[in-house]
């Protein structure tokens, strides 16, 4: 919460301003699979302004290292994954599974698995959607609108701008299978898709 309300502060710095819909989707009972698209380091951000309690994010070991970033997202309970060990992000899947079942926490992924701030989405990994149905609890969609108007790196332009981020209705996945989770990724990636289109003002 301390490291919240400190990162909430830095909008104003960058001239940044989120609006915010669908925040009630969030009140579901026990724990919950909360899955976003993923641009920037921007998105800290707007991971503040919306950051339900009792939750964590899942995140990629390298991270650990990169400096004061890597201490304030360590301090902040990220869930570390190596993504080079198959074996490895399957073990801290099984126990994320059971810590989300004993302590009724939500767990944030990031499905495209890297940062993209291309427009679009990149396809969806599975491993958050396996988490659902292992833990037969519920996949939230968050979605933030494209930064590329106001913030593109590459043609290292960063200006102000409003970021739209919506919280859509959960995915329940009771009674899902294995057999399910490619469905279930589908599902979600198309809805969050058109979302994002729709947000950015982009037809889809």
Same mark, same amino acid.
């Given at each position: $919460?301390?490291?919240?309300?400190?990162?909430?502060?830095?909008?104003?710095?960058? /001239?940044?301003?989120? #609006?915010?819909? %669908?925040?009630?989707?969030?009140?579901?009972?026990?724990? &919950?699979?909360?899955?976003?698209?993923?641009?920037?380091?921007?998105? *800290?951000?707007?991971?503040?302004?919306?950051?339900?309690?009792?939750?964590?994010?899942?995140?990629?070991?390298?991270? *650990?290292?990169? !400096?004061?970033? /890597?201490?304030?997202i360590?301090l /902040?309970?990220?869930?570390?994954?190596? $993504?080079?060990?198959?074996?490895? &992000?399957? @073990?801290?899947?099984? #126990?994320?599974? =059971?810590? *989300?079942?004993?302590?009724?926490? =939500?767990?944030?992924?990031?499905?495209?698995?890297? $940062?993209?701030?291309? %427009?679009?989405?990149?396809?969806?990994?599975? !491993?958050?959607?396996?988490?659902?149905?292992? &833990?037969?609890?519920?996949?939230?969609?968050?979605?933030?609108?494209?930064?590329?108007?106001?913030?593109?790196?590459?043609?290292?332009?960063?200006?102000? /701008?409003?970021? =739209?981020?919506?919280v859509?209705?959960?995915? #329940?996945?009771?009674?899902?299978?294995?057999d399910?989770?490619?469905?279930l990724?589908? $599902?979600?990636?198309?809805? @969050?898709?058109?979302?994002?289109?729709?947000?950015?003002g982009?037809?889809?």
């Amino acid at each position: $919460r301390i490291i919240k309300a400190v990162l909430k502060t830095f909008k104003y710095f960058f /001239g940044l301003r989120f #609006e915010v819909k %669908g925040l009630e989707n969030f009140e579901v009972e026990g724990p &919950a699979i909360i899955v976003s698209n993923h641009q920037s380091i921007l998105d *800290m951000m707007g991971l503040m302004e919306i950051l339900p309690d009792n939750c964590a994010q899942v995140g990629k070991k390298e991270l *650990m290292f990169a !400096g004061p970033v /890597g201490l304030v997202i360590y301090l /902040g309970g990220v869930i570390f994954i190596n $993504r080079k060990s198959t074996t490895s &992000a399957k @073990m801290v899947m099984a #126990e994320v599974a =059971k810590t *989300m079942a004993t302590d009724k926490v =939500k767990v944030w992924v990031y499905p495209e698995g890297t $940062r993209n701030c291309t %427009g679009d989405l990149l396809p969806f990994k599975k !491993g958050a959607f396996h988490l659902a149905v292992q &833990a037969q609890v519920p996949v939230i969609p968050v979605v933030y609108s494209s930064f590329t108007t106001f913030y593109n790196p590459k043609k290292k332009l960063f200006t102000s /701008g409003k970021i =739209k981020v919506e919280v859509l209705p959960p995915i #329940e996945t009771k009674g899902l299978t294995s057999d399910d989770v490619s469905d279930l990724t589908d $599902r979600c990636f198309r809805t @969050m898709r058109e979302t994002l289109f729709r947000l950015s003002g982009r037809p889809s």
